[in-house]
């Protein structure tokens, strides 16, 4: 995916959850990872979604109705919820979709744990340990997300990504700051090609 096409999709849902004073959201969303997924291949196995706007909705309505319940507590569940549910209708292009074959079993004090580190970490190393949050980040989300009953693997270190990340703000700096535009999409990128899906018996690097 380009990063054109990307921008494109975000202001088209920005557009229309405006237009609709915030109702349209969940369909907006669904465009943008709509795009996202269709454009992300693994092993050579393009990925689709399923979700729908309307599923979305009603999602979103009940996590804010227990949020509201239970005085704001529910909240910290939120993402983890959310990272389920876009997961559940994920499957592999030339597989069938079949609910219960894709799903994320991480937990939330696991989300919780690697949000506090990897923040903690990035602010007392002034950014420069970033690279490694990334692959710290990134291998956890990929070491608990199945796809068509296959768990996915992310083989990329921080050693890999250093170089490309130094290259990237290079980039940034001699275009007065434009090629920033580019960094999550790059990021996005190589996290990508750095994701497997797992072998039988094979180990966490």
């Keep these: 995916g380009g990063l054109l096409q990307l921008i494109g999709w975000k202001l088209l849902g920005a557009l229309i959850t405006t237009i609709t004073l915030g109702i349209a959201y969940p369909w907006a969303m669904c465009m943008v990872y709509n ?15 399923e979700g729908t706007g309307a599923s979305l ?3 979103r309505f009940k996590w804010g109705l227990l949020t509201l319940i239970t005085f704001g507590i529910y909240a910290l569940w939120i993402p983890i919820k959310k990272e389920k549910w876009v997961a559940s209708n994920i499957h592999f292009e030339d597989e069938d979709f ?15 744990g690697v949000n506090l580190f990897s923040n903690m970490l990035t602010f007392m190393s002034f950014g420069l340990l970033y690279p490694f949050v990334i692959c710290y980040k990134q291998k956890w989300f990929a070491k608990h997300t199945i796809i068509n009953r296959k768990r996915l693997i992310f083989k990329g270190t921080s050693l ?6 130094f290259l990237w703000w290079f980039l940034s700096l001699i275009t007065f700051g434009i090629f920033t535009l580019w960094l999550p999409i790059k990021i996005w990128q190589w996290k990508a090609k ?6 039988k018996d094979e180990q966490d690097v």
């Design 57 to 59: 909705f009603v999602q």
């Design 194 to 199: 750095n994701t497997h899906i797992k072998l």
């Design 35 to 49: 795009w996202e997924v269709k454009h992300t291949v693994i092993d050579g196995k393009r990925l689709k979604f």
């Design 160 to 165: 890999s990504l250093v170089g490309h990340y």
């Design 98 to 112: 079949v609910k219960g074959d894709s799903y994320f079993d991480g937990g939330l004090l696991g989300l919780i």
